[in-house]
Nanobody
Framework: QVQLVESGGGLVQPGASLRLSCAAS????MGWFRQAPGKEREFVAA????????YYADSVKGRFTISGDNAENTMYLQMNSLKPEDTAVYYC?????????????????WGQGTQVTVSS
């Protein structure tokens, strides 16, 4: 059974940083998505464990960094210069395909989500 356990969310002010973690029981193509109230789940970033190739949404490029620790089977999302529009529940996903890296329907496994709120 695949398990994904996220941590690291919280309430921060605009301009602050947060780091999300996702401890995984598998090592597959993985990504981060987010969902704000009333909106569809949105791609944030993805990573290939085998090549360490990374992918980003335009809205977070230059501010967020996705990385993976092979020894710990843990994926991270370092979020800098946070904005109020980054407020959402952030989900870790696994079992994706690099061809469809931004399509949430192409990921087979999901974590429980962690809330990130950016507000002054």
């Amino acid at each position: 059974q695949v398990q994904l356990v996220e941590s690291g969310g919280g309430l921060v002010q605009p301009g602050a940083s947060l780091r999300l973690s996702c401890a995984a029981s598998v090592r597959t193509f993985m990504g981060w998505f987010r969902q704000a109230p009333g909106k569809e789940r949105e791609f944030v970033a993805a990573i290939s464990w085998s090549t360490l190739t990374t992918y980003y949404a335009d809205s977070v490029k230059g501010r967020f960094t996705i990385s993976g620790d092979n020894a710990e089977n843990t994926m991270y999302l370092q979020m800098n210069s946070l904005k109020p529009e980054d407020t959402a529940v952030y989900y870790c996903a696994a079992g994706g395909n690099p061809i469809y890296y931004s399509n949430f329907r192409r990921y087979g496994y999901w974590g429980q989500g962690t809330q990130v709120t950016v507000s002054s």
